[in-house]
């Protein structure tokens, strides 16, 4: 006798499950010197937050995601029927729709966030006190900034796209995959996302550093509207005299 598993089940599980999986690989990597954009010492001594209270704050947020998950499957059902009449057509708009969405979403939410002092000092600021970002703090956030930024975010792509519960486990694991890719503090030879990606740690690495805490603010895939709105940081890798790679502007900018 078979146990069978909703598809509402695996979209609630699979991308925190994914996240912790995809950080550890992380971690075992990080000890690739050579290959980090801010040295081991760097981390230690630049970072405001244990790594514990990292971990604790991940897990709160991603049980608050996890309950909008249940509740909003409730609500929507399950689309079997949609299910059924699979189209790589509809799928490929549904992902592309929902990728817009959420870094649309994201994007105006997190500038908003740098520009009013009051959100930044209380709520934005909870998340930068990872000065030298690592794949596990990706998702360290204000539980008010995880709830309207990440939650309320991939709410909307979820129903604006129109994807069904089994579309949305793909999508929302490989946007997990995604955003700690964006925050692992590696710059790995054949790292796909790097490849396809202008979005990527390095870019993302930018914007942790005080010269680049008003630029660079797309999030997690496409920089559309950085370029389009001139909060975009263009930068270079460098080698560090220490070893290992940092990202450096490749002009001057002064915040505002």
């Given at each position: 006798?078979?146990?069978?598993?909703?598809?509402?089940?695996?979209?609630?599980?699979a991308p925190i499950v994914v996240y912790w999986l995809y950080s550890g690989i992380y971690v075992a990597l990080s000890s690739l010197?050579?290959?980090?954009?801010?040295?081991?010492?760097?981390?230690?001594?630049?970072?405001?937050?244990?790594?514990?209270?990292?971990?604790?704050?991940?897990?709160?947020?991603?049980?608050?995601?996890?309950?909008?998950?249940?509740?909003?499957?409730?609500?929507?059902?399950?689309?079997?029927?949609?299910?059924?009449?699979?189209?790589?057509?509809?799928?490929?708009?549904?992902?592309?729709?929902?990728?817009?969405?959420?870094?649309?979403?994201?994007?105006?939410i997190h500038r908003y966030m740098h520009h009013n002092k009051f959100l930044y000092k209380h709520i934005h600021s909870q998340h930068?006190?990872?000065?030298?970002?690592?794949?596990?703090?990706?998702?360290y956030n204000h539980p008010v900034e995880g709830l309207l930024l990440d939650t309320v975010g991939g709410a909307l792509s979820f129903?604006?796209?129109?994807?069904?519960?089994?579309?949305?486990?793909?999508?929302?694991?490989?946007?997990?995959?995604?955003?700690?890719?964006?925050?692992?503090?590696?710059?790995?030879?054949?790292?796909?996302?790097?490849?396809?990606?202008?979005?990527?740690?390095?870019?993302?690495?930018?914007?942790?550093?005080?010269?680049?805490?008003?630029?660079?603010?797309?999030?997690?895939?496409?920089?559309?509207?950085?370029?389009?709105?001139?909060?975009?940081?263009?930068?270079?890798?460098?080698?560090?005299?220490?070893?290992?790679?940092?990202?450096?502007?490749?002009?001057?900018?002064?915040?505002?």
């Open positions: 006798m078979g146990f069978a598993v909703s598809d509402e089940l695996l979209g609630t599980v010197e050579s290959y980090r954009l801010h040295s081991k010492a760097e981390e230690e001594e630049k970072n405001l937050v244990s790594k514990s209270s990292v971990v604790k704050g991940v897990l709160l947020q991603q049980l608050v995601q996890a309950v909008v998950a249940i509740i909003l499957f409730t609500i929507t059902g399950s689309d079997a029927e949609v299910d059924k009449k699979f189209s790589l057509l509809v799928l490929v708009r549904q992902f592309v729709t929902a990728m817009i969405v959420l870094d649309t979403w994201q994007y105006f930068h006190r990872l000065i030298v970002p690592y794949a596990y703090g990706a998702l129903l604006i796209s129109g994807m069904s519960p089994r579309t949305s486990i793909f999508f929302f694991s490989f946007a997990t995959i995604k955003t700690v890719d964006d925050h692992c503090g590696l710059w790995l030879p054949g790292n796909l996302f790097h490849m396809v990606f202008k979005n990527n740690s390095a870019y993302h690495d930018v914007h942790h550093q005080l010269y680049g805490s008003k630029f660079n603010f797309s999030q997690p895939f496409f920089v559309v509207w950085d370029r389009i709105l001139g909060t975009y940081m263009p930068y270079t890798l460098e080698k560090r005299a220490d070893g290992g790679l940092e990202a450096r502007p490749t002009k001057e900018f002064k915040d505002d």
